[in-house]
């Protein structure tokens, strides 16, 4: 099966942090860095600063629950799709590569639950 959500990237084993690589533009990565060098601050610490802000204004319950949402569906539309080109694609297994990948890409087994679960409910309305 193709992967449905994977990328090419490295993987560290950390259980307390993850490593998130982004591509800057350069008038921000000159931003960050004159900032960083100025402050005698790292860049990894700056730019968790700036998420850390990010999250406590803007990252609500309700937020959270709409990201879950939107992943879920995304994710049964793939089921969708795959069950045009493989008519005998079961269920079961597509929710199995989806649990995989996502403790791949790290994340912890309640989220991984909860994505499980809006997906079931997707699954469930469809049928209807």
Avoid at 24 to 43: D, E, F, G, Q, V
Avoid at 76 to 85: A, C, D, I, M, R
Avoid at 109 to 120: G, R, S
């Amino acid at each position: 099966m193709a992967y449905l959500i994977r990328t090419k990237n490295k993987k560290v084993q950390d259980p307390v942090t993850k490593f998130v690589g982004v591509h800057l533009p350069l008038r921000i990565h000159s931003c960050i860095t004159l900032y960083s060098m100025a402050n005698n601050i790292n860049k990894s610490t700056l730019m968790e600063d700036i998420f850390s802000c990010w999250i406590d204004r803007s990252y609500t319950t309700e937020v959270e629950e709409k990201c879950y949402l939107d992943f879920s569906k995304m994710m049964f539309s793939k089921y969708l799709n795959l069950q045009v080109t493989r008519k005998s694609l079961p269920y079961s297994f597509f929710i199995q590569e989806v649990k995989k990948e996502l403790e791949y890409k790290g994340l912890t087994i309640p989220v991984i639950k909860k994505i499980l679960d809006y997906i079931d409910k997707e699954h469930e309305a469809h049928k209807k």
